[in-house]
């Protein structure tokens, strides 16, 4: 199941085994708060938590001992473990047969940031797989209205939306910058200037917003986000790879009839994100890109190796860009 299934899962009953996979730690860090905080009493007496690292060969005789244990004064034992990753052989010899028969006292939470060589713990018995990867743009858009609305702020889906991309739905951010928003109103309408003010936009961000202003050929635009880039980081050598990125990744769309499906798995971007690209691509044109993709490289390489200064080589390449 998906986290933003996971609190009306639990509202239904408890699982015997959750385990909790993906990178993103807030997804992680929440969802373990939910199971603890529906399931656990006296947690001083039936919260244990291990490492997976000590956990080896027959160590782990150790967790299985505690999940057999009975619960304190309480209906459920809890036991965490965080990196979790027996192999075939650790899981048939000391692990399969609790799995497989697991006691009803007992919940075993296992907080894994990735997937690893051994077992697939996703497919074993008694396991309830919550993905904590990294949620789309429209699952974040969706939780930030709502945590808004339930906090009697009211915001537009697309000024929700406008927070997820400032964050680049990454979840820490995204609870971070929402709160600071509930902070800041305490109630009422949210309104685009109180985004603009509040969240601080990702450099990523900030990047892709200069770069699409490129094919609009919006030159004001371009440069102030530049400038504030500039200012806040001080590093003209990342623009221009930032830059060198953009312009190469639209001259490989451009040159290719890949569909954009395979495209979007390639570059780790969403479809819609390719889309977008391409007509991006085409509004430029293929010589000024190919020509635009020699030079920033160019540009970098006289950088590195001393003949020019990173800031007269991002004027260059401005130049180059807008004016040539």
Known sequence: ??????????????????????????????????????????????????????????ALTNLTSALESFPFMSEKRVIKVVGLYPTESDYEHYLKKTFENFPSTSILIIVNAESKKGVDLKRKHSVTFVDCGKADEETVTKWVYITLKRSGVTAAVDLCAL???????????VALETQKIIDYKGGGVLTREDVEELIYKEADYRIYEMTGAVARRDYDKFLSIQSELCRKNGDETTILSGLFSYFKNLLTILSSDMPESEFAKLLKMKEYGVKKSREQAQAIGYNKLKSCVAYVYLSLSEIKSGLISPNVALEKVNNKIFFE
């Open 1 to 58: 199941m998906k986290f933003t299934e996971l609190k009306n899962d639990i509202a239904e009953g408890a699982r015997s085994i959750y385990l909790l996979e993906g990178d993103d730690a807030y997804f992680r860090m929440k969802g373990e708060e939910m199971i603890k905080n529906a399931f656990v009493q006296m947690p001083e007496l039936n919260f244990t938590s291990f490492d997976g690292e000590t956990l080896k060969g027959s």
């Open 163 to 173: 927070v997820a991309r400032y964050c680049l739905c990454n979840m820490s951010r």
